[in-house]
């Protein structure tokens, strides 16, 4: 549906987080070395999923044959899988955000979809906005009114429906960049990146390295409240499939998907 769609204006924000300076841009005393330096990045417009691919979408994608189409999957992984971790108990809970892909395999929907997923720098502009927010919702504290976490480390946890937290939602009304899933984007990671990173529309290091960790962010229902801030970010290698890890879109012309 088109009101799923988040429409991000082109123009600048300052991307990456910074602890040693108080007095300067995007402080956040839980910054680690890999968020900084602090950047300025100039997009262009974009849309980006206001939620994260429910299970419910991604069946279409599972029902339409996108397993056994090789176009859908040009980055790689096709024939590796046949549908995600734990798919049958997974189709239970249609509202829930899908989890157990792999970066190829979240490509590989979004190519089906005739979408992409988005870039590390459109993900932490959703997410932080123009104004640095630390959280999507803005600075304060992550509570469990406001996202999917580990409140406490001695309490369980699952994930929830996606748009369950309003509350958290991001003044454009994205939902979900803190919590429940932490979500794949098309770059490569490289904890140095930012101090090389071009400021027009930044994608990441070298795509003919791809093999190495894909970025993650957002957090999940497991997270601890430092992995919800806006300018976490860490890597894992694109075969990797969790309970915690999911994706959103951004949009390309006649998007054929329903985010």
Not at 186 to 196: C, I, N, Q, R, T
Not at 238 to 257: H, K
Request: net charge negative; glycine share 12%.
């Amino acid at each position: 549906m088109k009101t799923n769609w988040i429409k991000i204006p082109a123009g600048e924000f300052l991307m990456g987080a910074q602890k040693r300076n108080p007095k300067e841009p995007n402080y956040d005393e839980e910054a680690y070395d890999d968020e900084s330096p602090v950047h300025l990045v100039n997009l262009s417009g974009y849309r980006i999923g206001r939620y994260p691919v429910t299970v419910n979408e991604y069946l279409s994608f599972v029902g339409d044959g996108g397993y056994e189409e090789k176009s859908y999957w040009k980055e790689g992984g096709f024939e590796k899988w046949k549908e995600p971790g734990s798919w049958q108990e997974q189709v239970d809970h249609l509202t829930w955000p899908v989890v157990g892909v792999s970066w190829y395999e979240a490509t590989a929907y979004a190519a089906w979809a005739e979408c992409r997923l988005p870039t590390e720098a459109e993900w932490e502009r959703a997410a932080r906005g123009t104004t640095g927010r630390k959280y999507p919702w803005g600075d304060a504290p992550p509570n469990d009114r406001l996202a999917n976490f580990v409140v406490s480390p001695w309490e369980g946890g699952h994930l929830t429906p996606v748009g369950a937290y309003p509350l958290g939602e991001t003044p454009e009304r994205i939902s979900d960049l803190a919590g429940n899933v932490w979500e794949w984007c098309s770059d490569l990671f490289d904890g140095e990146y930012y101090g090389k990173s071009p400021k027009e529309d930044p994608k990441g290091p070298d795509r003919s390295t791809r093999g190495g960790a894909c970025v993650l962010r957002g957090g999940s229902w497991f997270a601890l409240s430092e992995g919800l801030r806006s300018a976490s970010r860490f890597g894992v290698p694109p075969v990797y499939r969790g309970d915690g890890i999911g994706f959103r879109v951004a949009c390309v012309l006649s998007p054929r998907t329903s985010v």
